[in-house]
Nanobody
């Protein structure tokens, strides 16, 4: 059973930093892709960052390149999103996601953690 739990969100001033964590269970790294999406109320969910399937190569949305870093602690089954130089437009609910390698969609989502960046 796949289970994802995000944590680490909060309120921060523009230019500040936060680190989000995703505690996962039921994930086999050989068969799943994992990453982060975010969503503002009334808007579609936006891709933020992910690891590719079968490798540890990270991919980032253009809007966060150079500011966000995705990483993971395999021993603890935890994925992180380090967010630096935060901007007000980064305000959103951030979701940990997982996709089975042959699926066309991200099938598993955490409950989300709110990130609010004040100007």
């Amino acid at each position: 059973q796949v289970h994802l739990v995000e944590s680490g969100g909060g309120v921060v001033q523009a230019g500040g930093s936060l680190r989000l964590s995703c505690d996962s269970s039921g994930i086999t790294t050989e068969k799943y892709m994992m990453g982060w999406f975010r969503q503002t109320p009334g808007k579609e969910r936006e891709f933020v960052a992910r690891f590719s399937w079968g490798s540890s190569i990270p991919f980032y949305a253009d809007s966060v390149k150079g500011r966000f870093t995705i990483s993971r602690d395999s021993a603890e089954n935890i994925m992180y999103l380090q967010m630096n130089n935060l901007r007000p437009e980064d305000t959103a609910v951030y979701y940990c996601v997982a996709k089975y390698y042959i699926s066309d969609t991200y099938d598993y989502w955490g409950q989300g953690t709110q990130v609010t960046v004040s100007s």
